[in-house]
Nanobody, 122 residues
Framework: QVQLVESGGGLVQTGGSLRVSCAAS????????MAWFRQAPGKEREFVAA????????TIADPVKGRFNISRDNPKNKVYLQMNSLKPEDTAVYYC???????????????WGQGTQVTVSS
């Protein structure tokens, strides 16, 4: 069974930075597309960023473009989301997800982590 475990969330002030991490289990991590989604209270889950198996393709959602970056370390089975210039509207639970094909559609992702809370204070 594939497991994804996020870490690194917390409380940060507006304008600050935070890096959340996702540790993945499984022998096929290197072939997966990895992505981050987020869900704020009372809102639908939204796509944040995705990265393909060899880091040659990335997609960043418009609301965070220029502020967030996604990266991965396949030998360590980890994916990261670097969040800079954080805003209160970035407050959400951030979820790591894995898919076998490159996609930004939440329903296409096969595995999900438990989420990590990111709170940006104003």
């Amino acid at each position: 069974q594939v497991q994804l475990v996020e870490s690194g969330g917390g409380l940060v002030q507006t304008g600050g930075s935070l890096r959340v991490s996702c540790a993945a289990s499984g022998r096929t991590f290197g072939s997966w597309t990895m992505a981050w989604f987020r869900q704020a209270p009372g809102k639908e889950r939204e796509f944040v960023a995705a990265i393909n198996w060899n880091s040659k393709m990335t997609t960043i959602a418009d609301p965070v473009k220029g502020r967030f970056n996604i990266s991965r370390d396949n030998p360590k089975n980890k994916v990261y989301l670097q969040m800079n210039s954080l805003k209160p509207e970035d407050t959400a639970v951030y979820y790591c997800a894995a898919a076998f094909g490159y996609t930004v559609v939440a329903g296409a992702y096969h595995y999900w982590g438990q989420g990590t809370q990111v709170t940006v204070s104003s």
